[in-house]
């Protein structure tokens, strides 16, 4: 036994060395992808309308068109890189990807590993329920009553751990955290949970597609900008993709980009 | 729109059997020779190989893939996701495939060792020419069990970002909102590939089959 754990340690030890080894590279990180003339993208491509596949496979959406424009405005061609959700900000922060664009909002917990572009759209948290939800929800504390369903590692979970669950208002065990956001909905459609707390406007598109479901509460509560994530201290790129962003954003590119995906 | 869908999740296949033929061999050649080492090596190759296995059979095979993907993917060496995924899986395969050789290897008996010895052959030559024979044959059946148990558990990739059948899956439960579809459909096709495994290394294995092993 003794001797196993002495094994397992040291696999841990040295992963965690190799892991840790020197993430900072020498040399200027916009310089080399222009030098690659690619830029790699990671997207968690099951969130639509930010992201997502159409019937071929293609990637569609809000995100993937702007990013789109970003590359072709950088030079460089775009390289998707699909990966869950949760595995995004690891895949900057370790250098598998050049930069992130998935829905992100800004919170302090990423922004300790990862950079942030400004923002180039604002969101807002909803509350969805089954249509036959007869609880009542006036403040978002209300939800603490009820069984919550939420993404995991996203700002809502981050809402509802640290404000509720931590608070001692919402007990750990009606907090149920899914991979992704449709398995949520389907649980809240099916009454698993009573519920959901998610980005506004892809809880909006769900709601619709999937009926007999109802949006009761909207508003900035986890939420607000959403950037692209950027490794830590990279000071070109995000310079670079700030003034790209303040040029589409001039031009009327991503209102026209807004109205196309949210209807807004 | 239907078809098109089907066909998304049927080019992960390519992808899921590429992983699945990269992790396989990998494993059988660590495998085998780790099986070797342990069953005719020395007191301290006996020993590490026994630890080897036992370690990476103790943890699940998701975390070695996190923990070895991190390793294989960085600065030192860079691979791309599919290449570290695959190793990765290769390497969580080859404890299990030393075990199987082993056992096949060991129920052969010590005797033929032994006689192999007497007529003047090296301990070399008597394993390459006497031992692996019989035994390769005798792992087909528990072998063919660890492929299709590789072949399944190649979905993990998934999490490193490699689009194969399941994250194809997954995207298209989201775009569509029809979940028994969307895994339904990659339920059928890695039951299909299993099958085929199994019916493929069960044909071998009859095909293979020694006279004196009835």
């Known amino acids: ?264 | 729109m239907l078809s098109n869908f089907v066909s998304y999740i049927l080019q992960g296949t390519a992808i899921t059997v590429a992983v699945t033929l990269v992790a396989l061999p990998a494993g059988l050649v660590v495998g085998l020779l780790l099986a070797l080492v342990h069953t005719y090596g020395g007191r301290v190759a006996n020993r590490l190989a026994s630890a080897y296995s036992l370690l990476l059979r103790g943890v699940p095979p998701i975390v070695l893939l996190f923990i070895l993907y991190f390793i294989l993917s960085g600065d030192f060496i860079n691979l791309s996701p599919f290449w570290a995924g695959s190793l990765s899986l290769g390497v969580v395969s080859s404890a299990y495939q030393m075990e199987i050789l082993r056992g096949a290897l060991l129920s052969i008996g010590g005797g033929q060792m032994t006689a192999a010895r007497a007529v003047g052959m090296s301990r070399l030559q008597a394993i390459r020419y006497i031992l692996l024979p019989q035994a390769l044959r005798l792992a087909i059946p528990p072998w063919s069990n660890e492929a299709s148990i590789v072949l399944k558990d190649s979905s993990l990739v998934y999490a490193l970002g490699v689009p194969e059948i399941l994250r194809r899956a997954q995207q298209l439960s989201a775009t569509t909102q029809q979940p028994f579809l969307a895994y339904g459909t990659a339920a059928l096709i890695y039951f299909v590939l299993v099958f085929a495994v199994n019916r493929g290394l069960d044909y071998l294995s009859e095909r293979t089959k020694l006279p004196t092993h009835s």
Request: proline letters at 3%.
């Open chain 1, 1 to 264: 036994m003794k001797r196993v754990v002495f094994f397992v340690s040291l696999l841990v030890a040295v992963s965690l060395v190799l892991a840790g080894c020197g993430t900072a590279k020498a040399g200027n990180h916009l310089d080399a992808i222009k030098e690659a003339g690619v830029i790699k993208v990671g997207t968690s491509a099951d969130y639509p309308p930010f992201e997502s596949v159409d019937a071929s496979g293609n990637k569609v959406g809000f995100d993937i068109e702007l990013m789109t424009e970003i590359a072709k405005r950088l030079d460089v061609k775009l390289e998707w890189v699909d990966m869950p959700f949760d595995s995004l900000v690891a895949a900057v922060q370790e250098g598998k990807i050049d930069a992130s664009i998935s829905s992100f909002n800004y919170s302090e917990e990423r922004d300790q590993t990862v950079d942030f572009s400004d923002a180039y759209y604002t969101s807002e948290d909803a509350f969805a329920v089954a249509e036959t939800f007869t609880g009542s929800i006036v403040n978002p504390e209300d939800v603490a009553a009820f069984k919550v369903g939420v993404q995991t590692g996203t700002t809502q979970d981050g809402w509802l751990t640290d404000t509720l669950v931590a608070g001692g208002k919402l007990a750990e065990e009606n907090l149920f955290r899914y991979d992704r956001v449709d398995q949520a909905m389907l649980d809240l459609k099916n009454g698993r949970i009573d519920v959901m707390m998610a980005d506004y406007i892809p809880a909006q598109a769900l709601v619709t597609q999937l009926g007999g479901l109802k949006i009761v509460y909207h508003g900035v509560l986890s939420t607000g900008p959403i950037n692209i994530v950027i490794p830590e201290a990279d000071a070109e790129l995000k310079q670079a993709i700030n003034e790209i962003i303040k040029q589409l954003q001039d031009e009327g590119f991503i209102d026209g980009l807004a109205l196309k995906y949210f209807a807004q």
